[in-house]
């Protein structure tokens, strides 16, 4: 028996970084449980079995915060690096 749990972290672009949205998916098995949206600013659970971890994550405030601010740590600060390689690849 084998399971298979993975994230993907999504950054998608506007106007170069002058909107920028990420999204923080988290897979089970291929089904797709739990994400954060920087829209909604909170992890929502995608699936009944994602409520739980949806729920925990929310409560844990540094946690989230930390979160919120991926888009300009996470997001913001690769724009450099991946614009480059998109512009190349036009």
């Known amino acids: 028996a084998h399971f298979l749990e993975y994230t993907k972290k999504e950054c ?15 897979f089970y098995n291929g089904e797709e449980r739990v994400r954060f949206d920087s829209d909604w ?12 971890s949806a729920e925990y994550w929310n409560s844990q405030k540094d946690f989230l915060e930390q979160r919120r601010a991926a888009v300009d740590t ?17």
Do not use: I, K
């Open 12 to 26: 998608h672009f506007f106007n170069g970084t002058e909107r920028v949205r990420l999204l923080d998916r988290y």
């Open 41 to 52: 600013g909170e992890y929502r659970a995608v699936t009944e079995l994602g409520r739980p």
């Open 74 to 90: 996470y997001c913001r600060h690769n724009y450099g690096v991946v614009e480059s390689f998109t512009v190349q690849r036009r």
